[in-house]
């Protein structure tokens, strides 16, 4: 099984970005989606994840401006994030919890994707 982030890049604050995160390979089942990100000298913190039965649980940083969706069947997740702010601007990473063939429950991450918030 393997992630693919995107969507990162500059952006000046107030502006928006969509992160998309990938997955291939024999993927039997999806629980658990979710974002984090890691900012410059800081440790790694959840943004936001969301359940297979679509619900979802954001950091009180991102509440009301980041909003998080999963399709299953696509094996797809995205981040919108709105009202960017200089704070936001870290290293995106996704991560899904997958029941792969011949594999247990497992978490795989994808690789980040850089959001920079700057004027």
């Known amino acids: 099984v393997q992630l693919q982030a995107s969507g990162g890049g500059l952006v000046h604050p107030g502006g928006s970005l969509r992160l998309s995160c990938a997955a291939s390979?024999?993927?039997?089942?999806?629980?658990?989606m979710g974002w984090y990100r890691q900012a410059p000298g800081k440790q790694r913190e959840l943004v936001a994840t969301?359940?297979?039965?679509?619900?979802?649980n954001y950091a009180d940083s991102v509440k009301g401006r980041f909003t998080i969706s999963g399709d299953n069947g696509k094996k797809m997740q995205y981040l919108q994030m709105n009202s960017l702010e200089p704070e936001d601007t870290a290293i995106y990473y996704c991560?899904?919890?997958?029941?792969?063939?011949?594999?247990?429950?497992?978490?795989?991450w994808g690789q980040g994707t850089l959001v920079t918030v700057s004027s």
């Open positions: 991560n899904m919890y997958v029941t792969a063939d011949g594999l247990g429950l497992r978490v795989y």
């Open positions: 969301i359940g297979s039965g679509g619900n979802t």
């Open positions: 390979g024999s993927i039997r089942s999806i629980n658990l």
